[in-house]
């Protein structure tokens, strides 16, 4: 199958919400330019409760709660000792091992690369914060360094900021399964197959795609879900010794946090969903609802190119919307040029998504678009590339391969190819531009040839202190829906609303939501639930 959608059931693609995000907003302005739910264990103390008045002390709950017990059997993970080494931006890293099973705790070990960068005051040190920009696929190790450039003083003296790459993930041992000329072939292919042919075609693509994870990973392949993810920071959690998990999460990894809490709710410190994934909706309401999102995206953004005149693709709106789609039916009927390379639709449609993540990346959106009516496909290619995080040589790490991995054990189901026919004119009126891409993409994992030990939990974090989830209204990849919806399933779930395009709503501009997220984890106070950024 093509790289078929950010988002197609939940949480089957919904996860690239925060697709290589970091790399995106340091580059924009140069592309611009040019089992069962294990809940707390023995001995857990309840968790602290932020409140909404004062800053904690050295005597803050978090600091004098005892460590909570080791799971059954996993006292050896959870007591390790590590050595930590200097690495990059000032931060230090280690690995942390894992069980590879954590049914069979004595048997293999994965190691989990984690980084921190240490308070920088000490004596108000309140304990440590993991931070995971999604994906799954991107490694919170890239992540942690900008991260530690988006919180506050107050945060940073007070946090240890801890990046992780999830099990599966870069230097995480990660799965490998395609070469990178097989990547190359897999993200050009066209998103909406024409005929029984190009099903067929692309449902056989995605079983070789899932077999190579075996062959080229192992046991691995099996073991890189969300649950296992989320037991790996409990590990890491206590191998920092911190009794609390302090989190910040985005896109996926909101997911990720909100399935931590599920797990360990009495374990939980300061946390925040950004941009928030809703595991509960059916596969079809995912991806129709995230086809809606990505069209709002792409209709603020067309009002923008249309509002500063000589907008390639049309002078009002409507005729912009149909450039567009004028415009990739070219591009798949004959695939432009683009240096040594060739631009197909299926880079196109990523191209083009790229930039509605990201409102800064507008006008190269324009530019590309109008170079590639013009027959020259860099720019657009180039866009597509920053997407799948493929370098001048090759991919630059197994992003690409680590989502289908953990996707296709998360969400293994799919739909047939005469249930997406019958459900495509629903699609189109969601979104005549990427509709179909999304219906297509309810395919899902055929023939996937591992399955996950432990489903994602209904999730409700029932005995977890506040957690604030963050939304913006017109994020395309995790739409503000998505956000509502977690909010009222966490039992102790706080909503924050950012006013605005793009995606995820912390560090993006808004003083309002960046005072609330800072004020949250520094000084524990609780924003208004239902406050509203505009």
């Known amino acids: 199958m093509p790289l078929p959608v950010p988002g197609s059931g939940p949480p089957f693609a919904l996860r690239r919400a925060s697709y290589r995000f970091a790399a995106v907003l340091s580059a924009a302005a140069l592309l611009a330019a040019g089992c069962s739910a294990e809940s707390s264990s023995e001995g857990d103390e309840p968790a602290p409760t932020p409140t909404s008045s004062g800053a904690p002390s050295v005597s803050d709950p978090e600091t004098t709660a005892p460590m909570p017990a080791a799971p059954r059997g996993l006292a050896r993970f959870y007591r390790q000792d590590v050595t930590w080494q200097p690495c990059a931006d000032g931060f230090e890293c280690t690995k942390v091992q894992v069980p590879l099973d954590y049914r069979d705790p004595a048997g293999d070990t994965v190691g989990i690369a984690v980084s921190r960068r240490p308070a920088g005051d000490p004596d108000r040190r309140i304990g440590a914060m993991l931070v995971n920009p999604g994906g799954p696929g991107v490694s ?8 530690a450039q988006q919180f506050s003083s107050d945060v940073l003296d007070r946090y240890d900021i801890v990046g992780f790459s999830p099990r599966g993930v870069a230097t995480s041992e990660g799965v490998d399964c395609l070469t990178d000329a097989e990547l190359d072939r897999f993200v050009a292919l066209d998103p ?11 449902q056989q693509t995605l079983a070789r795609f899932g077999q190579g994870c075996v062959d080229g990973s192992g046991a691995l392949a099996g073991h890189v879900s969300t649950p296992e993810a989320a037991r790996d920071m409990d590990v890491i959690r206590s191998v920092l010794g911190s009794p609390r998990m302090n989190y910040y999460g985005a896109s996926y990894g909101t997911l990720l946090g909100s399935t931590y809490a599920d797990l360990f709710p009495n374990r939980v ?23 809606e999102g990505f069209q709002t995206a792409l209709d603020a953004y067309l009002e923008n190119c249309v509002a500063q005149g000589d907008c390639p693709l049309g002078d009002t709106v ?25 631009l197909t639709v299926g880079h196109a449609m990523l191209g083009t998504w790229l930039p509605l993540y990201v409102p800064e990346l507008w006008p190269a959106l324009t530019g590309a678009l ?15 590339d920053l997407y799948v995080s493929r370098g001048p040589t090759g991919y630059q790490d197994n992003s690409i391969e680590a989502l289908y991995a953990v996707n296709c054990l998360d969400q293994p189901k799919t739909l047939t190819a005469a249930r997406v026919r019958r459900l495509l004119p629903q699609f189109r009126e969601a979104s005549p531009v990427y509709g179909e891409v ?5 395919l899902g994992c055929p023939q996937w040839p591992v399955s996950a030990p432990q489903p994602i939990p209904d999730i409700d974090a029932a005995g977890s202190p506040p957690i604030v989830v963050v939304g913006t209204t017109g994020d395309p990849a995790t739409p503000y829906e998505s956000a509502v919806a977690l909010a009222r399933q966490l039992r102790s779930g706080v909503l924050v609303t950012r006013v605005g395009e793009g995606h995820t709503g912390f ?8 005072d609330a997220v800072n004020g949250f984890f520094a000084d524990r106070e609780v924003p208004e639930d239902g406050l509203r950024c505009s």
Do not use: Y
């Open 140 to 147: 919170g190790i890239t992540f942690a360094p900008v991260a």
């Open 192 to 202: 909406t197959p024409d005929d029984d042919a190009a099903v067929a075609e692309s």
């Open 269 to 291: 410190g300061a946390m925040v969903l950004d941009g928030a994934i809703d595991a509960s909706l059916p596969a079809t309401r995912s991806a129709l609802q995230q086809a």
């Open 318 to 342: 409507a005729a912009a919307q149909d450039g567009l789609v004028d415009l990739l039916a070219q591009i798949d009927a004959e695939p432009v040029p683009a240096g040594t390379r060739t």
């Open 370 to 384: 109008q170079a590639a009516g013009e027959g020259k496909g860099g720019p657009l290619l180039r866009l597509a």
């Open 438 to 442: 999304f219906a297509w993409g309810l």
């Open 507 to 514: 560090a993006r501009g808004n003083a309002c939501v960046d």
